[in-house]
């Protein structure tokens, strides 16, 4: 049982379209990361004017940043978990379509 061009040309499109999904996925986080830091660093420069260009990063900030990812991945919640369900899907067609038999 050999697969045939089609269906190798097909396979690579759908594993494509997961990558691609991934590294969505992945964009999503990252941004969600860098929002919540500079939201942290605005934040702490605003306590502390005085600061004379310190840059120690306290518990305190980490907990605000902590607290700032979770705030911002709430909002694109929706977005996050329709991703995952795509993924999901994606990867369950993949496995599907290589344990099919081929004649």
């Known amino acids: 049982m050999s697969i045939t061009p089609q269906h190798r040309a097909l396979l690579a499109r759908m594993e ?3 990558l691609q999904t991934s590294r969505h996925l992945g964009l999503i986080e990252r941004q969600i ?6 939201m ?12 004379g260009g310190t840059s ?4 305190a900030d980490e907990r605000a940043f902590r607290e700032n990812i979770a705030a911002l ?24 379509f ?3 038999p081929w004649d």
């Open 98 to 100: 290589r344990q099919a």
């Open 56 to 59: 120690r990063w306290t518990r």
């Open 40 to 51: 942290t660093i605005t934040s702490r420069t605003q306590r502390r004017q005085s600061g």
């Open 73 to 96: 991945a709430l909002t694109r919640r929706a977005e996050v978990d329709a991703l995952i369900r795509k993924l999901t899907r994606q990867e369950d067609a993949i496995a599907a």
């Open 16 to 18: 494509k379209t997961l």
């Open 33 to 38: 990361q860098a929002r919540a830091e500079r």
